[in-house]
Nanobody
């Protein structure tokens, strides 16, 4: 069964850090663009960051300078290091994979999500 599995979520205080991980099962995503999305209750889903096969990255403005997306194709793992966390970062975080970055949200393969809760 082809799927993505996220881990690393949890509860932290504002200013703390977490590292999310995402690994594929049933296939390798080394040739895909990989991304992280999040959705908070009552809010629209937003793309947090993505990283292409060439290592090029995108970050939404609210996380620039605080979050770092990385990938290790040899280990087939995607990570999101989140520093200086804020209460507004509280959300369910999902990883996604697609051949093209523009297709991540629309037709990408998605994980089940991992919850991040930041308390003030």
């Amino acid at each position: 069964q082809v799927q993505l599995v996220e881990s690393g979520g949890g509860s932290v205080q504002a200013g703390g850090s977490l590292v999310l991980s995402c690994k594929p099962s049933g296939y390798s995503f080394s040739r895909d663009c990989l991304g992280w999305f999040r959705q908070a209750p009552g809010k629209e889903r937003e793309e947090v960051a993505h990283i292409g096969t060439d290592g090029g990255t995108y970050y939404t403005d609210s996380v620039k300078g605080r979050f770092t997306i990385s990938r290790d194709n040899a280990e087939d793992i995607l990570k999101l290091r989140m520093n200086s966390l804020r209460p507004e970062d509280t959300a369910m975080y999902y990883c996604a994979a697609a051949f093209l970055c523009v297709d991540l949200e629309r037709i990408g393969l998605w994980g089940q999500g991992t919850q991040v809760t930041v308390s003030s």
